[in-house]
């Protein structure tokens, strides 16, 4: 079954960057887009874009454009999401997701907490 | 502010059934299918809906879905004390060109 596996818990300060990997295995790495979805503490979901893994391609949300990079390495079917100039904010579970069943966000990762504080 | 709207809070007895709406615009629910996630406590969210109305396998059939216009309802029947979780929302936001969520419905079995 498919599994994605991400990073460690963060703990950044304010104006820092993070990165947060996502390993997926029981699939073609290729095949299917990954989106990224974070949960601040308490709150609703929150969509930050997706990656193509075949092409490398993606889209983001225009709330998060020029501060959310998402990239992929193949060789090891690992995605990431680098989000930059962290706030106090940005403080929530970071998700990655991957598609099935026609496009839906269908397969989570655990989670990777990311706290921003100074 | 969510860009759909749902109910923060809904119970019911176990066994009962119980229905959360969704509500949104042209925009989105209007032109878009619509999917539902139930995330339990600490816990990632489980897709349940897809496509206004299907189930990915192994989802029983005591979950179900529709959508009217630019609403949406989840409904749960028979409902058991595991069932009680944060139910979301989602479908694509035309405008917006984003993956969009309801707020999120916490559902007590009582």
């Known amino acids: 079954q498919v599994q994605l596996v991400q990073s460690g818990a963060e703990v950044k300060k304010p104006g820092a960057s993070v990165k947060v990997s996502c390993k997926a295995s029981e699939y073609t790495f290729t095949d299917y887009y990954l989106h990224w979805v974070r949960q601040a503490p308490g709150q609703g979901l929150e969509w930050l874009g997706w990656i193509n893994p075949n092409i490398g391609g993606t889209t983001y949300p225009q709330k998060f454009q020029g501060r959310v990079t998402m990239t992929r390495d193949t060789s090891i079917s690992t995605a990431y999401m680098e989000l930059s100039r962290l706030r106090s904010d940005d403080t929530a579970i970071y998700y990655c997701a991957r598609e099935d069943y026609g496009g839906n966000v269908a397969h989570w990762g655990q989670g990777t907490l990311v706290t921003v504080s100074s | 502010q969510s860009v759909l709207t749902q109910p923060p809070s809904v119970s019911a007895a176990p066994g009962q059934k119980v229905t959360i709406s969704c509500s949104g615009s042209?925009?989105?629910?209007?032109?878009?299918?619509v999917s539902w996630y139930q995330q339990l406590p600490g816990t990632a969210p489980k897709l349940l809906i897809y496509d206004n109305d299907k189930r990915p396998s192994g989802i029983p059939d005591r979950f179900s879905g529709s959508k009217s216009g630019t609403s949406a309802t989840l409904g749960i029947t028979g409902l058991q004390t595991g069932d009680e979780a944060d139910y979301f929302c989602?479908?694509?936001?035309?405008?917006?060109?984003?993956?969009?969520f309801g707020g999120g419905t916490k559902l007590t079995v009582l």
């Open positions: 042209n925009s989105n629910i209007g032109n878009n299918y």
């Open positions: 989602a479908t694509w936001d035309n405008s917006l060109s984003a993956l969009v």
